[in-house]
């Protein structure tokens, strides 16, 4: 079956930087867009990036532009979030995710599949 298995979450202070990996299993990983959501306590689950199977194009939240990159390596079936600069508005659970094909979807109900979810605190 699907699985993906995010790592690289934490507690960490504003400024400083983290990067998440997400790595997938059980499906031909260059058929899918991967994506990368966020919920903080309360709130509904929001987009924050993604990236075409080829790596060749990829999509980010206006929010995020400019401090997170996104990035995969397909001979590892890995998909990767750096997150710079971080606040602590960023605090929150992240998610990775899949669906099929090209088309980058921001809303969190067109992905198939999802992983566990990795927790990211940000002090101030």
């Known amino acids: 079956q699907v699985q993906l298995v995010e790592v690289g979450g934490g507690l960490v202070q504003a400024g400083d930087s983290l990067r998440l990996s997400c790595a997938a299993s059980?499906?031909?990983?260059?058929?899918?867009?991967m994506g990368w959501f966020r919920q903080a306590p309360g709130k509904e689950r929001e987009f924050v990036a993604s990236?075409?199977?080829?790596?060749?194009?990829?999509y980010f939240a206006d929010s995020m532009k400019g401090r997170f990159t996104i990035s995969r390596d397909n001979a590892k079936n890995t998909v990767y979030l750096q997150m710079n600069s971080l606040k602590p508005e960023d605090t929150a659970v992240y998610y990775c995710?899949?669906?099929?094909?090209?088309?980058?979807?921001?809303?969190?109900?067109?992905?198939?599949?999802w992983g566990q979810g990795t927790q990211v605190t940000v002090s101030s």
């Open positions: 059980g499906l031909t990983f260059t058929n899918y867009l």
């Open positions: 990236i075409a199977g080829s790596g060749g194009s990829t």
């Open positions: 995710a899949a669906t099929w094909g090209g088309r980058h979807y921001t809303f969190y109900r067109n992905y198939e599949y």
